[in-house]
Structure formats: C-alpha cells, structure tokens
C-alpha cells in the first residue's frame, strides 16, 4: 500500500487534532466542577429524607403536647370542681376526707402531666432547631448546585467550542487524504489507540520503543511511499 509522503505527513495532523479532541472529550468527563456538581447532588436526598423525618417527628410530638395540655386542662376542671365542693357547706363532712384524697391525686397527676409536657416540649424545641438548620442547609445546598451548574454549563460550553473546531478541522483533513489511508489509519486507531506516528532516530514516537536493527535495514530499504508500521504498537511510522 502506497501513499504520497505528503498524504503520511497529514496523517500527524490527524493524529494531533484527534488528540486534542480526546483530550477535551476527557476534560468534559473529569472536569473539577461536574464532579464537585455530582457530589453536592449526591447530598441532597439524604437531607431531605432527614428533614422528611424530622417533620414527622415533630407533628407527633405536637399530637402529644397537644394531648398533654388537653390533660392537664380537664384534671384542673376536675380539681376546680373538687376544691368547690371541698369548700361548699353542703358537702357531707364524710365525703371532705374522699375529696381532699382525690384533689391530691389529681394534683399529683397534673404534676407528672406536666412534667412530661415539659420534656415533650424540649424535644420539640430541639427539633425545630433542627427543622430550621436542615431547611438551612438545603437552601444553602441548593444556591450553590444553582451557582456550580451554570459555571459548568459555561465550562462545558467553552469545551464544546473547542471539539466543534477540532471535528471542522478534522473533517477538512480527512478529504484531503486519500479515502484508503485513512480507512486504514482509523482501523488502526480504533484497534490500537494512536493510528500513525513520527518515525524519527530510530525508534517510533508513539510507543517509544526503538526498532531493531533488522527491522530499521528492511525500513530503509523500502520505499518512502509504502506504508510502515510499528511492529510494537502496530501504527503507521511516517518517516521524514
């Protein structure tokens, strides 16, 4: 297979702008900011169900203030009215012990209703703290996955403008080379990684590996218009 040493020189601007193209395409992938994005994004549904749950726990213990107040409220009814009759003239002198007994009962039940309605509202307080802080945190999280996707999408963009330039360049250089080389170089490329590179003192530039003695006598005996290639890597050696 032979090709004008003109058309092999064209092939390492080929290989140079596909590199650059692999190296933008790879810029998109491991860029700094996408990964930061993906991150931040990873984030939020953890918070989210923590504040999902720190909202059910708080309108449970609302249930139960609310009930707890309830109690309190109709033991003090109770003990208003006991204390009435407690006091009245017309209350039998038997009953007053039974009445006294069951205003201190009620008494000290409202006290533990109330000391349980105390720690319940504690906890409250501590959730709502924690309501506060989570919602906070969202919105903090939130402004800045907003801030970070549009710095990408202006990273992103700028990269895109890049690879658009590459491909145009590319596309010129392919109809400018013969439709047989470059099946061939992008045979070479897909299977291999590079598809040509310079052959220069004696060793290819895309492995880095020198060629044998044997092998550099056969080179030079063949004729710069016929294809070579690296028996290392398998590329086309365009020799100068």
Do not use: W
């Not at 700094?32 to 720190?54: H, M, Q, Y």
């Not at 109770?78 to 007053?96: A, C, F, G, V, Y």
């Not at 009962?105 to 349980?116: A, H, I, R, T, Y």
């Not at 504690?122 to 959730?127: A, D």
């Amino acid at each position: 297979m032979e090709f004008s040493q003109n058309a092999q020189n064209k092939l390492l601007d080929l290989v140079a702008i596909d590199r650059n193209i692999m190296a933008n395409q790879q810029k998109k992938l491991t860029n700094s900011t996408k990964i930061k994005l993906e991150e931040l994004k990873a984030r939020l549904p953890g918070i989210e169900a923590t504040k999902v749950d720190n909202i059910a726990k708080i309108n449970e213990l609302k249930k139960n203030v609310n009930k707890a107040e309830l109690d309190v409220e109709n033991i003090s009814k109770r003990i208003e009215k006991d204390s009435q009759n407690l006091n009245s003239t017309q209350t039998n002198p038997k009953d007053l012990i039974q009445l006294q007994h069951e205003i201190d009962n009620l008494n000290l039940k409202k006290s533990e209703l109330e000391e349980v309605e105390l720690e319940v509202l504690s906890e409250l307080e501590e959730l709502e703290q924690k309501e506060i802080k989570l919602t906070k945190m969202l919105l903090d999280l939130n402004k800045e996955i907003d801030s970070l996707s549009l710095k990408l999408n202006d990273e992103i963009r700028i990269i895109d403008d890049e690879l658009n330039s590459f491909f145009q360049s590319r596309e010129k250089i392919v109809l400018e080379i013969d439709k047989q080389l470059i099946d061939l170089y992008e045979k070479i490329r897909k299977e291999h990684g590079i598809g040509a590179a310079v052959f220069a003192n004696n060793i290819c530039t895309s492995c880095q590996i020198s060629i044998s003695p044997a092998e550099l006598v056969q080179i030079q005996k063949t004729p710069k218009e016929e294809i070579v290639r690296c028996d290392n890597c398998r590329c086309i050696l365009v020799r100068n």
